[in-house]
T-cell receptor
């Protein structure tokens, strides 16, 4: 089992739609969880941290289920500028990335 | 500029040559990480440091790869006898200990081995 697994993608969705990304991790000792966004040929950038209580930042909502070792990211009212690859990141000391899920928002 | 900086941005080298990359982390960050990323894949862990101590090195890293962080500030990643399979983006990131507040990445060094 891979350490961090994400939906394979790509996701092609119309502008304004809601998009959900899923991620599972194998190490139950993992302590920190993040979603990163990566644009083509650019470095990953922190989108949001993920907390057990769930957290929201504008159109973005992240959830963590430690019992199921599952992380999610929800994007509401998607914009063309949301097109990117979304990387699930899990840390128990070093950081492990999922393969990423590419999102294309269609006009 | 208070971000993570990497140098060079691009490097083209002939197979068999040695290359060295540099990373300057955010000054107050004591953790520094190196990753490699190829097209369509997520970043792959190579190694990381806490201050000057190298805490872990990936089993995927052959003996041709070595990294240092001599004074706990900047770090270098050297690849000896480069192979075409080494062509990738090499990313550096830094964080405070345990990275509870996330990790900041540099823009990367894109290596092409011809």
């Amino acid at each position: 089992r891979k350490e961090v697994e994400q939906d394979p993608g790509p996701f092609n969705v119309p502008e304004g739609a809601t998009v959900a990304f899923n991620c599972t991790y194998s190490n139950s000792a993992s302590q920190s969880f993040f979603w990163y966004r990566q644009d083509c040929r650019k470095e990953p950038k922190l989108l949001m941290s993920v907390y057990s209580s769930g957290n929201e930042d504008g159109r973005f909502t992240a959830q963590l289920n430690r019992a199921s070792q599952y992380i999610s990211l929800l994007i509401r009212d998607s914009k063309l500028s949301d097109s990117a690859t979304y990387l699930c990141v899990v840390s128990d000391d070093k950081i492990i990335f999922g393969k990423g899920t590419r999102l294309h928002i269609l006009p | 500029d208070t971000g993570v900086s990497q140098d060079p941005r691009h490097k083209i080298t002939k197979r068999g040559q040695n290359v060295t990359f540099r990373c300057d982390p955010i000054s107050e960050h004591n953790r520094l990480y190196w990753y490699r990323q190829t097209l369509g894949q997520g970043p792959e862990f190579l190694t990381y440091f806490q201050n000057e101590a190298q805490l872990e090195k990936s089993r995927l890293l052959s003996d041709r790869f070595s990294a240092e962080r001599p004074k706990g500030s900047f770090s270098t990643l050297e690849i000896q006898r480069t192979e075409q399979g080494d062509s990738a983006m090499y990313l550096c990131a830094s964080s405070l200990a345990y990275g509870f507040y996330g990790y900041t990445f540099g823009s990367g060094t894109r290596l092409t081995v011809v």
